[in-house]
């Protein structure tokens, strides 16, 4: 419902305003003012459902953003732009959430072998989805395709777990590599 209603209201905007123009059209063509009285529901209640998607921001949209923004500037060789989407506890996995968790050092450690030894040429988001989300977190599906000349294209999945801070800033709290083209994750990065 959240989806639908907050995170995309358009289709659902769409198929309202379409049947509130049925109604009107058939009204019209039939010659009856029945319908006439009632197309403007449905398109009323159009406007309001874009209304409302346009103003409540999910914890969905939050954590897409932070999620974008840590890509973004990992693609851009920004160790400081991506630190500063982490939050202070920060924890990664590898393979599962379940796993041992590495702290913010280890996670900093691998983005910057990850920066000094590759050049990212290409990297599209190809999936990024609130699996849960409660008013102060979300979690997320991430999976990318990240082309670089070491290493051609590959396919990385992640779970990543954006919450809200004390100060009210949207961080990455929780990363999870769930598999590199398709395998299981290196046991570090």
Known sequence: MTHYLFENPYPLAIALAVIGLAIGWKGMLD????????APVPLVLALAVVATGLLVVTAGERGRAVVRSF???VVEDDLVGADAKLARNVTAHLG???NVGHDRAFIMSGLSRLVDRFEIEDNSITRLDALEQTSTSATLHLTCWTESE????????W???VRE???GAWLIQRLTCLSVNDRPPPSSW
Do not use: C, H, M
């Open 71 to 73: 890509v973004d500037a």
């Open 31 to 38: 010659g009856r003012a029945g319908p006439l009285k009632i």
């Open 96 to 98: 599962s959430a379940r």
């Open 150 to 157: 070491s290493w051609g294209t590959t396919r990385s999945q």
């Open 159 to 161: 779970q990543v777990e």
């Open 165 to 167: 801070q004390a100060d």
